[in-house]
């Protein structure tokens, strides 16, 4: 079993940046795809990004296309987040998950271990 710990949200005005960091313990991360899911008030939780085991191959939302990127470190067993251009549409507890597979995929159901998140907040 992995333990996923995220970190890196806060509060930035819009068009600004930030970085999230999930650490990983209990296992080596390169076993997993990992993902990215964010929940805004009173919304379903929506899929973000994704990543493959080896870090070859990664997925985003349309909405995220070109301003966010994915990418893990294996070696130091993190998954990272860099969210650029943000507005307050971004506003969300931000999740990262493990998918116990070699296929990356875009639906919650499908990912085995979760955090605990992480607050962005992306004011006007």
């Known amino acids: 079993q992995v333990q996923l710990v995220e970190s890196g949200g806060g509060l930035v005005q819009a068009g600004g940046s930030l970085r999230l960091s999930c650490a990983a313990s209990?296992?080596?991360?390169?076993?997993?795809?990992m993902g990215w899911f964010r929940q805004a008030p009173g919304n379903e939780p929506e899929f973000v990004a994704t990543?493959?085991?080896?870090?070859?191959?990664?997925y985003y939302a349309d909405s995220e296309k070109g301003r966010f990127t994915v990418s893990r470190d294996n070696a130091k067993n993190t998954v990272y987040l860099q969210m650029n251009s943000l507005n307050p549409e971004d506003t969300a507890v931000y999740y990262c998950?493990?998918?116990?597979?070699?296929?990356?995929?875009?639906?919650?159901?499908?990912?085995?271990?979760w955090g605990q998140g992480t607050q962005v907040t992306v004011s006007s």
């Open positions: 990543i493959s085991q080896n870090g070859g191959n990664t």
């Open positions: 209990g296992r080596t991360l390169s076993s997993y795809v």
């Open positions: 998950a493990a998918r116990n597979s070699v296929l990356p995929r875009r639906t919650k159901s499908e990912y085995d271990y």
